[in-house]
């Protein structure tokens, strides 16, 4: 058997195995908190879920009252010797136990939407991710050569970088009236916060990442006899590669973070008007399984870009990533 | 400062003085004219470099030593064009340089090979710029490291070679382009002793086999002994010129020569130069604490 490492040894690798444990573990110990949460009933179980009314007239059964409540009404029914109300501990409304959700996130899939007009779930998310795709791409396309410019040319970054410092300051949000009445109620304005997001602060993050570059494998270029275009393109660009695509990973993790406020704005629409309207018909089952589902989406594409990564960018040398 | 006597190793035989005869014969391929530089710091005007002169003969191997802080880096860094002399000017064969070019190979102190390129797209590097078609910048990518015994290599990238085999990429990198002359600044400063000394003897090697000048910049005085044809000495605050030393050890050098009569004469005056006598003053300090120390010790043994 291998040795493992120690598990609290300062800044040390630990071994395949153990981060395999650690990784599940992370995903493991909130779920058992939750478990023990919504199935150990003494732990919390603040409310009191109605089994049989007896003699109170306004209990309903599946209905939940506050624990507070519901011994006051047994109190009293007790002192008029009338039938007494039967329920059990349960949690409020706005959290559904685990198999709950999991229920609902099969379900979710499955069921049909209850008007015409309505979308099944995955349609909601697929124009979710239309959304996400062309607000990160359009803000990609001009941002990434603007931060790299910066970061090659001062008097590029001097120009641009003040104003943009400004702007980034704005929260995206704050356009969505001017959005919707330039653009309209559909997905442009959506788009649009989603590239406001974005943008100002993907020019900062790559002029930096760009200005991180060696100097010294500039300077060995020009020594070799490179010229300026050549500079930016044989050096500069590739040089700074994987970092970028490291810094669109994160970028791209922001833009989903903006998500949820573009598709308020005008017609709702999407995951969002998928997760509010759930909400009001108090389905947070619903609620949830969809969250999750968001979050699923997220680290999968994570994943697989880190992959790809790798992949394109073979000489990097492993980064301490653990 | 007091002239120093010359051990007669150093005065040179008539075979060894013809030899430098001949040398300062051929035709100059590096002229530094009344070089200065200075810095503007929170201090105000720091004087780097002031009134640099020396010239650099066809395949000739000059090193530059001398004390941390005297501007060695930056000499080699206005010569390849990577920064501006505040006066004077540096002439390669006979023209003014002004800026970075091809004509001037450099290897630096650190690494700097391209790690998105694999050794052979790193040598072909320079010729690219230069307009090379692929076809032949590869083929002449290839004799050169060759020339560096690295041809098993020639797919490999830098993160998975040695530091040793880094710099030999980076020389044949350097070398690829045909330069006039090649600049060196502590090229092998951050390799083991071991490694350095191969690496010495391979870029001895080398240098006897192309028609190439070196200017080669150590803090390494045995390095420097065994490297060059003459070593510029230079002093701190500011850089001057101390003196340009002939080096009489007879080539093909050996390393076992570093303990030869010639060897250790040069190096003694070497060390003279770059620690005068009469700035000891602080040394001798030190010394006296370490002895009060020992005999503290002493005395409480007993």
């Not at chain 2, 230079?234 to 050098?253: M, Q, T």
């Amino acid at each position: 058997m291998s040795q493992s490492t120690p598990w609290f040894a300062v800044r040390q690798a630990l071994t395949k195995k153990q981060v395999t444990t650690l990784t599940l573990l992370s995903f493991f110990l909130p779920i058992l908190l939750w478990s023990l949460v919504s199935y150990v009933p003494f732990l919390w179980h603040p409310k009191v879920e109605i089994v049989e009314p007896g003699s109170v007239t306004w209990l309903k059964p599946g209905m939940l009252v506050d624990k507070s409540v519901f011994a006051e009404q047994q109190q009293l029914a007790t002192e008029q010797k009338s039938a007494l109300p039967e329920g059990v501990g349960a949690n409020p409304i706005y959290l559904p136990a685990p198999h709950e959700v999991a229920i609902a996130f099969y379900t979710a899939f499955t069921t049909e939407p209850t008007r015409s007009s309505e979308q099944w779930l995955h349609e909601s998310l697929w124009h979710s991710i239309q959304i996400i795709f062309w607000g990160f791409t359009l803000s990609s396309l001009i941002g990434v050569p603007i931060g790299v410019l910066c970061g090659t040319y001062v008097a590029i970054s001097r120009l641009q970088e003040p104003f943009i410092e400004f702007f980034r300051y704005l929260p995206a949000p704050a356009f969505g009236a001017l959005a919707v009445a330039i653009l309209g109620i559909h997905d442009g304005p959506k788009i649009a916060i989603i590239f406001i997001g974005t943008f100002f602060q993907q020019v900062l993050i790559i002029a930096n990442t760009t200005r991180k570059l060696d100097v010294a494998l500039l300077e060995a270029a020009l020594t070799l006899g490179a010229k300026k275009f050549q500079l930016l393109f044989r050096v500069v660009i590739p040089g700074i590669l994987p970092d970028l695509f490291r810094d669109q990973r994160i970028l791209l993790g922001w833009a989903w973070t903006y998500l949820i406020v573009a598709e308020l704005i005008g017609t709702s629409s999407g995951i969002t008007w998928f997760i509010t309207q759930q909400a009001r018909y108090k389905n947070f089952d619903n609620v949830y399984a969809a969250i999750i589902m968001i979050g699923i989406i997220g680290v999968v594409t994570d994943i697989l870009l880190a992959k790809l990564g790798k992949r394109l960018f073979p000489w990097e040398k492993e980064q301490v990533k653990a | 400062m007091t002239k120093i006597e010359l051990p007669s190793y150093l005065e040179q035989s008539e075979a060894v003085s013809a030899r430098f005869d001949k040398l300062k014969q051929r035709e100059v391929i590096l002229e530094v004219k009344n070089l200065g530089k200075q810095f503007n710091s929170q201090q105000g005007v720091v004087t780097a470099l002031k009134d640099i002169n020396f010239k650099t003969h066809r395949r000739e191997f000059v090193c530059v030593i001398g004390p941390s802080g005297c501007g060695k880096s930056t000499l080699i860094r206005i010569l390849a064009g990577l920064e501006s002399p505040s006066s004077g000017e540096v002439l390669l064969d006979n023209m003014p340089v002004f800026e970075p070019g091809p004509d001037r190979g450099m290897v630096f102190q650190g690494y700097t090979l391209f790690p998105w390129l694999n050794v052979k797209q790193n040598v072909m590097f320079g010729l690219e710029m230069q307009g090379a078609t692929k076809a032949s910048a590869e083929s002449e990518a290839l004799n050169w490291i060759e020339l560096v015994g690295l041809d098993r290599f020639a797919d490999s990238y830098p993160h998975q070679l040695s530091g040793g085999m880094k710099q030999r990429v980076a020389i044949a990198r350097a070398l690829a382009n045909k330069p006039r002359i090649l600049l060196m600044d502590e090229p092998f400063g951050a390799l083991d002793a071991q490694t350095r000394s191969k690496m010495q003897a391979n870029l001895i090697e080398i240098w006897r086999n192309i028609d190439i000048t070196v200017l080669f910049i150590t803090h390494d005085l045995d390095e420097a002994i065994y490297l060059a044809d003459r070593i510029l000495v230079l002093k701190a605050n500011p850089g001057e010129v101390e003196e340009l030393i002939e080096v009489s050890v007879p080539r093909p050098r050996h390393t076992d020569q570093i303990i030869s009569p010639e060897f250790l004469a040069t190096k003694k005056r070497l060390e003279e130069l770059i620690h005068p006598p009469g700035e000891e003053d602080d040394a001798d300090g030190l010394h006296m604490i370490r002895m009060a120390q020992v005999g503290d010790d002493v005395e409480v043994m007993e």
